[in-house]
Nanobody
Framework: QVQLVEFGGGLVQAGGSLRLSCAASGSIFSINAMGWYRQAPGKQRELVAA???????NYADSVKGRFTISRDNAKKTVYLQMNSLKPEDTAVYYCNAHITIGLPTLQLNEYWGQGTRVTVSS
């Protein structure tokens, strides 16, 4: 079993900062890409930021220059530093990871965290 557990959501005023973290645990052989998605009320889930196993990143245009994704491979953890938050960043944020499991027969699966709510007040 593999689990992704997120921490760090909450309520913040516009212009403030939050840091989200997501730790993977379980019978993991390796972790490939990790990322953060968000879903605002009445909207589809969208990619916020992603990072590959070698550290290459990509961001949604709406968060470029404000959010930074990083990972600690030894801790099996991905982070999202969110600065200059805006009310439109309000959403439930979900951690996502592509993880290889299952020695000796390896299998690549996609996993999701349970979501953490971020609310930005104006």
């Amino acid at each position: 079993q593999v689990q992704l557990v997120e921490f760090g959501g909450g309520l913040v005023q516009a212009g403030g900062s939050l840091r989200l973290s997501c730790a993977a645990s379980g019978s993991i052989f390796s972790i490939n890409a990790m990322g953060w998605y968000r879903q605002a009320p009445g909207k589809q889930r969208e990619l916020v930021a992603a990072i590959t196993s070698d550290g290459s990143t990509n961001y949604a245009d709406s968060v470029k220059g404000r959010f930074t994704i990083s990972r600690d491979n030894a801790k099996k953890t991905v982070y999202l530093q969110m600065n200059s938050l805006k009310p439109e960043d309000t959403a439930v944020y979900y951690c996502n990871a592509h993880i290889t499991i299952g020695l000796p027969t390896l299998q690549l699966n996609e996993y999701w965290g349970q979501g953490t709510r971020v609310t930005v007040s104006s």
